[in-house]
């Protein structure tokens, strides 16, 4: 079983390889679209600080993003990581000052359309989550943050974001998802029982937040649908972290399934998931590997095996090099390093798959890969720049008649 998996994975990548050099016919009716997902960690210690280190274009760290941005050129493209601030403000100077300005040669890149929104990270539950004594502080809020809107999310277009049509879920409640695997108290004998019915009946769901944004693609709508969720790590045996990342990521899993979804209501208090015939991509850091590091088992599959996603495995060869050279927790690995997006501590988790561009039937993947140079070529430089790799997939979106 385990040759025959590992040898599925090899045609798998061989595959994603001549995907790769293989031109799509793109047409007016049919038009190709790259969407991706960066997690840039151009989050803060502060709040204000990124307005004020947006504000020139000297900025080291933004003019790195920013160039990794414009050597891969996303039309559609989920930044994770990025502080949110009030009507765009931060958006319009990272625009301008950043991806607007060429970097390093890299030619510069245009996104008429920007789409921030508030976000759970630094909102206070008013409850001693951690229960560490203390009501207060990034474990007791919504999602981990210093200040609220802290390692928000930002997403950037050259197509028309339908706005007015935008689904947010800041605020729905965990408990209101049906059989949420809520945190156990182990020292009890009771089940799920880490949080009191009073933090159930205010405690949110998503860390950052959950997005359905419709892209208006050829005459019809791709609908984008990006989060963030919690790593699932810095908890205790009760892995209160471990299992919101697992519920986190099944929201999606549940949204794009028909039947699934009626449960789910947004902040405009709209109910149920997507039609059986809207087409989607699913984007983000979604914080867990199918093979290893710490995510409970069963979470990224659930989404991943969703009777209407495909999964095109995009992967890298410099992905494949780095967990040679590093060693450590790699070398026990289950997954292949191929496929990996996130460049990790060796020692524990070492290098995994954790950010996805997931499309949906009706769309045709033709091209995937992991932007993560080779040790030595001359983009290596940028491997630096964030411990994610940004991940793109370009997909054919065929005219609805």
Do not use: C
């Amino acid at each position: 079983m385990q040759r025959s998996r590992w040898f599925l994975t090899s045609v798998v990548a061989v595959t994603a390889l001549v995907a790769a050099t293989t031109p799509a016919v793109a047409t007016p009716a049919t038009p190709s679209v790259r969407f991706a997902t960066f997690n840039a960690s151009l989050n803060r210690a502060q709040a204000g600080q990124l307005v004020a280190d947006l504000s020139t274009p000297d900025n080291a760290q933004a003019r790195e993003a920013a160039e990794v941005i414009q050597r891969n050129r996303p039309d559609v493209l989920l930044v994770n990581e990025f502080d949110y601030v009030p009507d765009n403000a931060a958006a319009n100077l990272f625009r301008q000052n950043y991806l607007g300005v060429g970097q390093n040669g890299a030619a510069p890149i245009d996104y008429p359309y920007a789409f921030t929104a508030p976000v759970n990270t630094g909102v206070s539950t008013g409850f001693d989550l951690d229960r560490n004594g203390q009501v207060g502080g990034g474990n007791d809020a919504h999602g981990f943050g210093v200040f609220e809107g802290q390692y928000g999310m930002l997403v950037l277009s050259k197509y028309p974001i339908d706005t007015a049509n935008a689904r947010t879920f800041q605020q729905f409640r965990w408990a209101d998802m049906p059989d949420a695997l809520l945190p156990d108290d182990p020292a009890t004998p009771a089940k799920a029982d880490w949080y009191s019915p009073e933090i159930l009946d205010v405690l949110r769901l998503s860390s950052k937040s959950h997005w359905d944004l419709p892209i208006q693609v050829g005459g019809s709508d791709v609908h984008f649908l990006v989060s963030h969720p919690t790593p699932p790590v810095f908890d205790g045996p009760e892995d209160r972290n471990g299992t919101k990342n697992h519920d986190e990521v099944r929201f999606w899993a549940d949204y794009v399934t028909p039947g699934k979804g009626e449960y789910i209501y947004d902040d405009r208090g709209g109910s149920g998931g997507l039609g059986a015939h809207d087409r989607f991509v699913v984007a983000g850091d979604n914080n867990a590997d199918q093979y290893d590091g710490d995510g409970i088992d069963g979470g990224i599959e659930r989404l991943l095996r969703a009777p209407r996603v495909i999964d095109p495995h995009p992967g890298s060869l410099g992905g494949a090099a780095a967990a040679r050279e590093q060693g450590g927790a790699n070398t026990a690995h289950q997954g292949p390093a191929f496929f990996d997006t996130g460049d990790f501590a060796d020692d524990t988790p070492g290098n995994l798959r954790v950010d996805y561009v997931l499309p949906s039937h009706g769309l045709v993947p033709w091209r995937a890969e992991v932007f993560w140079p080779l040790p030595g070529s001359p983009l290596a430089r940028l491997n630096d720049v964030s411990d994610h790799h940004l991940v793109r997939v370009d997909v054919l979106v065929p005219r609805w008649s």
